[in-house]
């Protein structure tokens, strides 16, 4: 199965939100935007996961994270040292579970631009994140700030919760309902928090979850929370995961996180019109597709035997990215299931036209090809033109 809600987490889990709307615009354009999305995906898709904190805006990072709190300077010192490095090291190791990224589009909502990024794993698990940029004083175009598509929040947020624990709750004002629930539970609620954290990250999946069932009725079911019990979940079985899943859908119905939440609910319970709905919702919340969603819906509409609209979407994706290959393959292996030799080969052709350094032969062992295909007349015509003369 595709699984295309790989979570993408923090040092803690995240809280939810949007990125805050209390900053001042900064003065970045829309191409400082283009040209800082597409250095930033280069630095993760060619395992330079430490250059992407070199372009971090620290300073204005941590004056984000500390909004509302009163702190002592030692505390704040062991934050801005201790738990920033932390929190990079985290991050930096999750940013290599993904070994391929791609810079989409710059995003602008309420005075602020994000730059969109895909990061896709080898199992072609898939991950939505973008970085809120900004212009510093000193005209440097930087990152402030980053949203995980996948569970709807923020790494400040995470480092609020931290802050919370580190400043015994002295929280002027909670910013949403999910600090509000930490602040109104205080000291305990963290550390039942933080062991069931532990129990996850020693692979204890099981004893996790049964330790964040006890918790309050609001906590257990509070959003950050969620991500917690599904990414064990995911660890246990499927019917777990299932659960879940199904029990976010009921306490948050209509949750923009759940487009990509319950794409694997759905194709586990074969659901696949719901599945085709979530992929266009999040193509919206995305603010446009991109040819992996293109491929998911493709191969979703597969499985429902609808050939003519999982051809149309696996299309729009190659219309969309053509310099990436899985579309192709879609396409190559809807004709050759139904025998359309014609067809396959104008596959072939069309990869031959749009990527040109790429042979399409390697498209074809991904999945297996009937063997009078490649004794069709069709095939050894196509193959024979690309000999060289001497060798047709």
Known sequence: MLSAAVFFTAALSFAQTEPSENTQPSEV???????FGKRLAEYLDTGKQE????????????????????ITPVKRQEFEQAYLKKL?????EEFREFNHARYLRTQVETGEKRVLIRLTAKNHATSYVSFRVIKTPDKHVRWIDLFGYANGESICDASRRYLFTLTQGRLSKPRNLAEAAVFSNGQHFMQRLTAAEKLFNKGQFETALKSISQLPDELRNA???????????QSISDEEQ?????????????????????????????????AVRCIDALAIQLKGTDGRLCYLKAYILDKDKMPSAAR???????????DMTDNYTALL???????????????????EKNMPDTDPKRLIPEFEAPEEFFKSSEFTSWFKKRLPDGAR
């Not at 029990?247 to 719901?274: C, F, M, T, V």
Request: aromatic fraction near 10%; glycine fraction near 6%; hydrophobic fraction near 45%.
């Open 333 to 351: 292996k809807f004709a050759l299931d139904e025998r359309d030799f014609a067809a396959a080969v104008r596959v072939l052709m069309l990869v």
């Open 223 to 233: 959003r950050f929370v969620f991500a917690i019990r599904l990414r064990a979940a």
């Open 29 to 35: 354009t829309l191409d400082d935007c283009e040209g």
């Open 312 to 322: 149309a979407a696996a299309e729009e994706g190659i219309a969309t990215e053509p």
């Open 51 to 70: 250059a992407v904190f070199d372009e971090m805006d620290q300073i204005g990072y941590i004056a984000r994270s500390l909004e509302g709190f009163e």
């Open 88 to 92: 990079i090291g985290k991050l930096t």
């Open 242 to 274: 299932l659960k879940t899943i199904e029990a976010w859908e009921e306490a948050y119905p209509g949750d923009p996180s759940l487009n990509l939440i319950s794409l694997d609910a759905h194709i586990i319970r074969k659901n696949y019109p719901e």
